[in-house]
């Protein structure tokens, strides 16, 4: 099986994502285009097709259908409803996003695709059930973007406050992806220091917040984010195809909740290869608890559970 990525979804999201990939460097023979408005798919592809000759790889692109799942390594899912400025949770469109992950994944599920499916549509966490539910593939197969996103917007606000690097700060959102998400600050460190040793209670439940609504921040400004995600996705993807086994935290299936939710989990050519790596105070379990059981609850609206 060839190194091929098929992009559902041609929004902000989806084409970010595109070009991150065709700018990485990364082993991949081919990025496919696929939406329901098959003329935008067909003109992202040409446009993006002339950075072809201006970057380092040989990566091919074009637009396609759902046929050219059959042979692809990893098909990412970025469609879904479109983000609002005046969104106040991820949860709110639950029941049209659904609708449309459920139709879109019975289209991969048609085909012979046996590889991995990254998801990055909201609300994320129940999108990826979904995906899951649908595909009839192992839970290890199946990715969400998760907090991947989240725990780099978390990094990048502890190293402006401490005006050091944000790879230096070892650091991670857990739960949902949503309004329930959390810090486990119990496990958080600046190099090898733990990071109690620079901030108070206070500061750390203010940057926590920060996190927290970061995204609303951006599409307060812009009415969307997507560079952010992309370069999530291109991480993960990076980590797929190089077996890496690389911690990340993503979105995956957690066999004590029966959910997807994000943990810091093994990720590597075959999927998700381990989770549960962290270590929680009892107030901590108590969150993630909390954060899981809006996930549930969402899950059982849309008679999914």
């Not at 085909?111 to 990055?120: D, E, M, Q, V």
């Not at 220091?193 to 812009?222: C, D, H, L, V, W």
Request: neutral net charge; proline residues 3%.
């Amino acid at each position: 099986m060839k190194n091929k990525i098929v992009i559902i979804g041609t929004g902000n999201v989806g084409v970010s994502y595109a070009y991150s990939l065709l700018c990485s460097n990364l082993n991949i023979h081919e990025i496919i285009l696929i939406d329901i408005n098959t003329q935008k798919a067909e003109g992202e592809a040409l446009d993006l097709l002339n950075c072809t000759p201006l970057v380092a790889g040989s990566t091919k692109i074009r637009f396609g259908t759902y046929e050219d799942c059959n042979d692809a390594s990893i098909v990412c899912i970025t469609a879904g409803v479109s983000q609002r400025a005046n969104i106040k949770s991820r949860m709110e469109d639950l029941f049209k996003a659904t609708n449309i992950f459920k139709d879109i994944v019975k289209n991969i599920a048609s085909t012979k695709f046996n590889g991995i499916i990254l998801i990055a549509g909201n609300p994320l966490d129940v999108m990826t059930y979904v995906t899951w539910k649908y595909s009839g593939l192992n839970t290890s197969q199946i990715i969400g973007s998760g907090t991947s996103l989240d725990s780099a917007r978390l990094q990048n606000i502890i190293s402006k406050r401490l005006n050091i690097s944000p790879k230096s700060v070892n650091a991670y959102v857990i739960g949902e992806h949503g309004n329930s998400q959390f810090v486990p600050w119990s496990n958080a460190k600046i190099g090898l220091n733990p990071i109690f040793n620079y901030f108070s209670k206070e500061e750390m439940g203010q940057m926590e917040e920060e996190t927290r609504n970061f995204g609303f921040t951006i599409a307060q400004k812009k009415t969307y984010t997507c560079y952010g995600v992309a370069s999530a996705l291109t991480r993960i993807t990076k980590a797929i195809i190089e077996d890496e086994k690389a911690i990340i935290c993503v979105s995956s299936y957690d066999p004590l909740q029966k959910i997807f939710i994000s943990s810091p989990s093994v990720v590597g050519i075959d999927g998700i290869e381990k989770t549960g790596l962290m270590s929680l105070t009892p107030e901590e379990s108590s969150r993630f608890e909390n954060s899981a059981s809006a996930i549930k609850t969402a899950i059982k609206e849309i008679n999914e559970f």
